[in-house]
T-cell receptor, first 113, second 112 residues
Framework: GAGVSQSPSNKVTEKGKDVELRCDPI?????LYWYRQSLGQGLEFLIY????????KSGLPSDRFSAERTGGSVSTLTIQRTQQEDSAVYLC???????????FGPGTRLTVT | DQQVKQNSPSLSVQEGRISILNCDYT??????FLWYKKYPAEGPTFLIS?????DKNEDGRFTVFLNKSAKHLSLHIVPSQPGDSAVYFC???????????FGTGTRLKVLA
């Protein structure tokens, strides 16, 4: 079946512009995660959605970052007024509630010039 | 503060030999550990996991060992194959939480 998909695969933007990154999780997965991987770093947790519960936003690095998940499915990560340090690969993952295996999308490589 | 550490950024191994990837953690509340493999331009894929009630879990060529007293786990791949060349991440979580802390990864290169 279809895996987790993310779009765009690459995004180059100018400093100060806003960007939106999209994630389509696996159908039936109620849990959705966003991570960021900066060059030479591990995966950094950003935000977690589980069903209709309030999301855990504790990993968002600043108030320029926000995310929403519509209808318990597709999620959008928005970065406002992008900075060069936002350049990274942004990964989305989904899982069945109560299980531990996360299925990752291919990521969006964001470059802020 | 890096709670999950993979101190070797890279490792080269000859095909057919054993690959040993190491991971250390600092949080004694962690009780579930996973290894993911990542190829370039792809997302990480789940490889193998271990719960703190075990000290070993085996799946084909892959075995994960957990030493709770040392807060150390390792992934053994034997025999190593060129297709195993990838970046390997270990991740840990505490009971009742859904948040995984990932290490920085180790790039494994298996030489033919």
């Amino acid at each position: 079946g279809a895996g987790v998909s993310q779009s765009p695969s690459n995004k180059v933007t100018e400093k100060g512009k806003d960007v939106e990154l999209r994630c389509d999780p696996i159908s039936g997965h109620t849990a959705l995660y966003w991570y960021r991987q900066s060059l030479g770093q591990g995966l950094e947790f950003l935000i977690y959605f589980q069903g209709n519960s309030a999301p855990d936003k504790s990993g968002l690095p600043s108030d320029r970052f926000s995310a929403e998940r519509t209808g318990g499915s597709v999620s959008t990560l928005t970065i406002q007024r992008t900075q060069q340090e936002d350049s990274a690969v942004y990964l989305c993952a989904s899982s069945f509630a109560g299980t531990d295996e996360q299925y990752f999308g291919p990521g969006t490589r964001l470059t802020v010039t | 503060d890096q709670q999950v550490k993979q101190n070797s950024p890279s490792l080269s191994v000859q095909e057919g030999r054993i690959s040993i990837l190491n991971c250390d953690y600092t949080n004694s509340m962690f009780d579930y550990f996973l290894w993911y493999k990542k190829y370039p331009a792809e997302g990480p894929t789940f490889l193998i996991s271990i719960s703190s009630i075990k000290d070993k879990n085996e799946d084909g060529r892959f075995t994960v060992f957990l030493n709770k007293s040392a807060k150390h786990l390792s992934l053994h791949i034997v025999p190593s194959q060129p297709g195993d060349s990838a970046v390997y991440f270990c991740a840990a979580s505490a009971a009742g939480t859904y948040k995984y802390i990932f290490g920085t990864g180790t790039r494994l290169k298996v030489l033919a």
